[in-house]
């Protein structure tokens, strides 16, 4: 609850490569299996996290270890409500530099049905 959570436009490579988590609170790996070559498991979240309804991209790094897309995908940051109020107001500060202005929401203001 200490980080954020990045909300992207659904297009350009987020439009096929990303999947859904599935919340489990096990997860049996049958590692002959093809679904294990292409790191199923890395979808996989316990049932704790339900409500995140996250979407996952697991993509080969840069090697600078950064992941590259365009900016304009980048739609909404979600701040965790135990994000330091520092760390929130850079946060903010570089979201206002943005043209458009990036919409910056905390976790702890959002409504969960």
Known sequence: HS???LEFRNDDLFKNQVKEV???DTYEADITGPSE???AFFFYKTMDWRREEELRIVAKRS???AIAFPPR????II???KMSEAHQ???REWAQ???PVLIVESADSMVLE
């Open 73 to 76: 995908l980048l739609t909404k």
């Open 97 to 99: 530099k943005r043209d």
């Open 63 to 65: 090697p600078s270890g």
């Open 37 to 39: 070559l292409i790191g």
């Open 89 to 91: 107001k850079l946060i």
């Open 3 to 5: 980080g954020y959570c």
């Open 22 to 24: 599935r919340y489990h």
């Open 79 to 81: 701040l965790g409500k």
